[in-house]
């Protein structure tokens, strides 16, 4: 079965930094484009970052909120993604989800992980 | 990257239909057939619905259709089901990026 999970969420202070992961199951990681995104309590849905597959290059693309202070890559040896967070601001609160990527939809959710940026 | 407009709410009894537009540029909308459409229900991840403008996942219900015109796209819900009660997110392909909809609330009164 088709499987992603989420962790590291957590309370952090602002201007701090965190690390999320996304381990896949039943797939191999590096055949899929991968996304992050974010929903802000009581909010929409807010696409934050891409890495393209391993046969593109594995490319990242960000949102010009995260560019600079988030970086998205890969571990194929563990089938697991990796949020590196730096610079947390209060907006930047929200459940994360990570995606797999199908024909440039995001057809395979996580369940998301918590990440409260708060003094 | 600005946000997609959906309209905040919708309604409709069992059994009718109903439409939710989704308006973008033509950066996004406009310029790509890679509209995409998500339901979320309460406290759950969202679900993809409709990839590629009009096709439907797997195990998707054929009440759910969608389409597009100029930087336009639409969902529609035939027969409404109560189970069909939740947010549904457009979302298009931009180039280097994606971007979604504000969401919009579906109620089957």
């Known amino acids: 079965e088709v499987q992603l999970l989420e962790s590291g969420g957590n309370l952090v202070q602002p201007g701090g930094s965190l690390t999320l992961s996304c381990a896949a199951s039943g797939f191999t990681l590096g055949n899929y484009a991968m996304s992050w995104v974010r929903q802000a309590p009581g909010r929409g849905l807010d696409w934050v970052s891409v890495i393209t597959g391993s046969g593109s290059g594995s490319k990242t693309f960000y949102a010009d909120s995260v560019k600079g202070r988030f970086t998205f890559s890969r571990d194929n040896s563990k089938n697991t993604l990796i949020l590196q967070m730096n610079g947390l601001r209060a907006e930047d609160t929200a459940m994360y989800y990570c995606?797999?990527?199908?024909?440039?939809?995001?057809?395979?959710w996580g369940q998301g992980t918590t990440v409260i940026v708060s003094s | 990257q600005s946000a997609l407009t959906q309209p905040p709410s919708a309604s409709g009894s069992p059994g009718q239909s109903v439409t939710i537009s989704c308006t973008g540029t033509?950066?996004?909308?406009?310029?790509?057939?890679?509209v995409s459409w998500y339901q979320q229900l309460p406290g759950k991840a969202p679900k993809l619905m409709i990839y590629?403008?009009?096709k439907r996942p797997s195990g998707v219900p054929d009440r759910f259709s969608g389409s597009k015109s100029g930087n336009t796209a639409s969902l529609t819900v035939s027969g409404l089901q109560t189970e069909d009660e939740a947010d549904y997110y457009c979302s298009s392909y931009g180039g280097s990026n994606w971007v979604f909809g504000g969401g919009t609330k579906l109620t089957v009164l």
């Open positions: 590629e403008v009009s």
């Open positions: 995606a797999r990527m199908e024909y440039y939809a995001m057809a395979v």
């Open positions: 033509s950066s996004d909308v406009g310029n790509y057939n890679y």
